[in-house]
């Protein structure tokens, strides 16, 4: 995936979860934040952004913040890119070789999924998690509480028990990362419900992306540690 107009700031300060003030070309401006989790140690003031213009001219913010370097890692923190990369790698043959149709947004149960593939006779539920949380290479999620995220877990299950695919994809919005974990401290009911999928036939799967500024793509596996 690409992004279209992009530039350079630096993050001042985040006033609600929706806006951030940036500093861009020594002009402070507020933009649109693509990402409504916490996101506390990415926003730190000063932190080098990367900005995307939008083309629509009604809009209140001109700009969507989309990355933010932490370290030596740029990290995409669109919340928004882990579904359109997955997209991308789906359709390029590289998750179900032999899927003949692709369905997003799909209604199963009491839940909406990200994916449905159609494999043969059987359908293949997929729900797509961002992760953006690092710590010393290790990435986790969630990081907020997500009482829909258990639901997704639990419909995935369910599925799994009806005979369906079921696929819970974290999506890791980085490179160099070692491995992928639930975040229990920050959601122990999040941690208990992917443990449990994964013992009742809900696949697991933790992609890394190659980011550049203007860019984010699928590039391979991580390990996983329940």
Known sequence: MRYPNIHRAAFIERPNRFVARCLLEGEPITVHVKNTGRCRELL??????????????????AFDLIAVQKGP??????SNAPNTAFGEYVRAGKFLSDAQKIRSEVRWGDSRFDFCLESGRKNHFVEVKGVTLEENGAVRFPDAPTERGVKHLRELQRAAAEGCGAHAVFVIQMKDVTQFSPNDDTHPAFGAA????????????????????????????VKICL
Do not use: Y
């Open 73 to 78: 890692r740029l990290i995409n923190m669109d």
């Open 44 to 61: 730190v003031p000063g932190a080098e952004v990367w900005l995307t213009k939008s083309d629509n001219p009604t809009r209140k913010t």
């Open 194 to 221: 992917l443990r449990e999928a994964a013992k009742n036939g809900v696949q697991v799967h933790a992609f890394w992306c190659e980011v550049t500024p203007d860019t984010m793509e699928i590039a391979g596996s």
